[in-house]
Nanobody, 123 residues
Framework: QVQLVESGGGLVQAGGSLRLSCAAS????????MGWFRQAPGKGREFVAA????????KYADFVKGRFTASRDNAKNTVALQMNSLKPEDTAVYYC????????????????WGQGTQVTVSS
């Protein structure tokens, strides 16, 4: 089992940057595929990015390609989401999630979730 805690959210102007971090408990972090999802008010949870156990493989939603970068440090049990060129439509609660199986973009296939961190982008 793994527990996840996100940090790094906040208020930023359009065009700005934020770096989200997700700290994981446990000694088997390197066995987990990690995902980032977000949920805006009145909307469902949507896939943002995912990174494989080694970090060699990443996948991004089309709307963040070229702007967001996922990375991980297995020695520190952390995964990060660097968000650049932020837009007001990126405003949402961002969640990190973990699963033991192969990389997927489907939220329901992740077993462990953090509590979320709010990202607000002003125009």
């Amino acid at each position: 089992q793994v527990q996840l805690v996100e940090s790094g959210g906040g208020l930023v102007q359009a065009g700005g940057s934020l770096r989200l971090s997700c700290a994981a408990s446990g000694r088997t972090f390197s066995l987990y595929t990690m995902g980032w999802f977000r949920q805006a008010p009145g909307k469902g949870r949507e896939f943002v990015a995912a990174i494989s156990t080694s970090g060699a493989v990443t996948k991004y939603a089309d709307f963040v390609k070229g702007r967001f970068t996922a990375s991980r440090d297995n020695a520190k049990n952390t995964v990060a989401l660097q968000m650049n060129s932020l837009k007001p439509e990126d405003t949402a609660v961002y969640y990190c999630a973990a699963r033991r199986q192969v990389l997927t973009t489907t939220a329901s296939e992740y077993n462990y979730w953090g509590q979320g961190t709010q990202v607000t982008v002003s125009s």
